[in-house]
């Protein structure tokens, strides 16, 4: 179900920003995607520490508030 809300948000020309951690972030990131018009600044993770690794696999955007 997430991961359909943000495809149809991103196929509405919307961006997805997370929290960046856990399953239901990456679900959203996995769903914004796999949008027939995804590019590469459609998901954008904020996490609470300095280091980016966790978003890795799914962000295109990492902001790290340390």
């Known amino acids: ?3 359909d809300i943000s495809r149809m ?5 919307h961006r997805i ?7 239901l972030p990456s679900a959203a990131h996995r769903g ?3 949008a027939s ?11 609470p520490g ?6 890795y696999n799914h962000a295109d955007i990492i902001i790290q508030l340390g």
């Open 32 to 34: 914004a995607k796999s």
């Open 9 to 13: 948000l991103v196929e509405e020309g």
């Open 37 to 47: 018009n995804s590019t590469e600044a459609d998901t954008i993770a904020i996490l």
């Open 1 to 3: 179900m997430v991961e």
């Open 17 to 23: 920003v997370t929290g960046g951690l856990g399953l």
């Open 50 to 55: 300095f280091d980016p690794k966790p978003a």
